[in-house]
């Protein structure tokens, strides 16, 4: 997946993750290092709607195939997102990328 996204940061692939409870997903962040502004988690359903359900103060019914959901929080540390909340930034589906793309997204295919 990094290669088609030309991503050159640190990636790690934890297969014991795969399908697991999203309170794990959650523990698995907590336990990040500081250094890292921002995590890519990819997943499958249920696990990614319950987490993003469990990690924002806002409901999401479900995250479709190929959806992306940004979550910002007010944090020093990782290990903040335990006590606190984080806010929905965007939440696309599939089908609104023709219509939308977030500026992160829209500023590496300007590259």
């Known amino acids: 997946m990094g290669n088609k996204l030309e991503f050159k940061g640190p990636r790690q692939y934890l297969q014991e993750l795969y399908l697991t409870r999203p309170e794990i997903l959650k523990d698995t962040l907590i336990m990040q290092e500081n250094q890292y502004n921002s995590i890519l988690v990819v997943g499958h359903n249920p696990q990614i709607t319950d987490l993003v359900n469990m990690l924002t103060r806002e409901h999401v019914s479900k995250v479709p195939t190929l959806g992306v959901v940004a979550i910002n929080f007010d944090i020093e540390h990782w290990s903040d997102i335990a006590e606190t909340k984080g806010e929905i930034d965007f939440f696309i589906s599939p089908n609104q990328f023709k219509y939308y793309i977030p500026n ?8």
Request: glycine share 0%.
């Open 104 to 111: 992160a997204i829209r500023n590496i295919l300007d590259k």
